[in-house]
């Protein structure tokens, strides 16, 4: 069975630092999906980012970008500029491609920006 | 445009009472999924629907039944509910797995037993 493993339960960072969240996972797959959902206070999951394992090129998407270890399992998110709004719950999700669509969720990082 | 909606946003009920959530997507996707959000936050997966075809059920009590009428709605009943059941509910649909898979999240429902 898949595991997914945040082993950080809060950070903190000041306003325009840079953050790195970190994310391990566990699965024998060669082939799986990786993703990073934000939910704020308003309890909404937006999803951030998402990786394939079969792309060597880390994903990026604005100020948020990717640093994907396929060989250590490790899938650590980096929001560079933090921003107020950044402040949420950030889970670490995985996916096995084909059969069940389960996603797979970390218990989260409670991430504070402050001002 | 709301993608995924759910309805009601909070539910408080007495212990033993039945009711339901109704989840709709206007995304065209073809599956749409239950999750519970317990007190410590942690996500996991209940129900799976494609194209209003139960794909899976992950050992949820049978007091739990999701009913798909179309695939554009997946809502979910429960029986006889019990103080363990107070959580958060969050819907989510999805489409094909090779096109950029994503999950998109309804805001969830606050369900409170007393």
């Known amino acids: 069975a898949q595991t997914v493993t945040q082993s950080q339960p809060e950070m903190s960072v000041q306003e325009a630092e840079t953050v790195t969240l970190s994310c391990t996972y566990d699965t024998s797959e060669n082939n799986y999906y990786l993703f990073w959902y934000k939910q704020p206070p308003s309890r909404q999951m937006i999803l951030v980012i998402r990786q394939e394992a079969y792309k060597q090129q880390n994903a990026t998407e604005n100020r948020f970008s990717v640093n994907f270890q396929k060989a250590a399992k490790s899938f650590s998110l980096k929001i560079s500029d933090s921003q107020l709004g950044d402040t949420a719950m950030y889970f670490c999700?995985?996916?096995?491609?084909?059969?069940?669509?389960?996603?797979?969720f970390g218990k989260g990082m409670k991430l504070t920006v402050n001002p | 445009d709301t993608a995924v909606s759910q309805t009601p946003k909070y539910l408080v009920t007495q212990m033993g009472n039945d009711k339901s959530i109704k989840c709709e997507q206007n995304l065209g996707h073809d599956t749409m999924y239950w999750y519970k959000q317990d007190s410590k936050k942690f996500l996991k997966i209940m129900f799976s629907y494609n194209n209003k075809e139960l794909i899976i059920n992950e050992t949820v009590p049978n007091r739990f039944s999701p009913k798909s009428p179309d695939k554009a709605h997946l809502n979910l009943h429960i029986n006889s509910l019990e103080l363990g059941d107070s959580a958060v509910y969050f819907c989510a649909s999805s489409q094909e797995l090779l096109a950029g898979f994503a999950k998109f999240f309804g805001p969830g429902t606050r369900l409170t037993v007393l």
């Open positions: 999700a995985f996916m096995r491609p084909g059969g069940s669509e389960k996603l797979v």
